[in-house]
Every structure is written in C-alpha cells, then in structure tokens.
C-alpha cells in the first residue's frame, strides 16, 4: 500500500507559476500509474492530468492542457505537476493519486490511493 503527500501548494497571483510536488512511501512507487486531480468549492472532484506507459503517454484535462504539466521521478519517489500561467479558476484542492492499472485514467474510481491535497489559490 502506498501513501501519497502532497505539497507546494500556495497563493499566487493570476499568470503565475507553481509546482506541486506529492512524495509517496510505502509501496512500489514505478509499478503505479499517477494522476492529479482537483476540488474547488462547491464542486466535485475532477480530473487534472495523468502518466500512462512511459513519460511522454501524459493525459490532461482541456481547461489545462498547455498550462500544465505532469511528470514523475522514480529516483524520488515523486509526482510533479508544474502549473504556470494560472487562472482564478484553477483555484482548488489539488490531489495526487496513484492506480494500479493503465485503464480510464480520467476516472477518479479508477485510483485506489490518493493524498490528503494540497490547496492552491489564484487571486491578485
């Protein structure tokens, strides 16, 4: 079983930058397939971005595709997602998770692990 931590979240103004980091322990960290997910008031939970087989089968969302990147590094056991020109719409708990297949990496039912989020907040 793995655990997953996130952090990096933060305040920063729109057109701005950030990384979010999530450090996971516990398990075998590249037998797991990661994605990042987020949660704005009000809303549900939704699908930000996601790695398949290899480092360039990356998935992402549209509202951020071109702004937002995800990566990992099986030396640190870690998943990033590197976010620039930010939106007050980006506004959220962001979530890292970790699956177990390559299969519906969209689905938030499709992860077994996730973290305890990270909260990001886009506002001049």
């Known amino acids: 079983q793995v655990q997953l931590v996130e952090s990096g979240g933060a305040l920063v103004q729109p057109g701005g930058s950030l990384r979010l980091s999530c450090a996971a322990s516990g398990g075998t960290f590249s037998s797991y397939f990661m994605g990042w997910f987020r949660q704005a008031p009000g809303k549900e939970r939704e699908f930000v971005a996601a790695?398949?087989?290899?480092?360039?089968?990356?998935n992402y969302a549209d509202s951020v595709k071109g702004r937002f990147t995800i990566s990992r590094d099986n030396a640190k056991n870690t998943v990033y997602l590197q976010m620039s020109s930010l939106k007050p719409e980006d506004t959220a708990v962001y979530y890292c998770?970790?699956?177990?297949?390559?299969?519906?990496?969209?689905?938030?039912?499709?992860?077994?692990?996730w973290g305890q989020g990270t909260q990001v907040t886009v506002s001049s």
């Open positions: 790695l398949g087989w290899g480092a360039s089968n990356t």
């Open positions: 998770a970790a699956r177990l297949g390559d299969f519906y990496p969209r689905r938030a039912e499709s992860y077994a692990y």
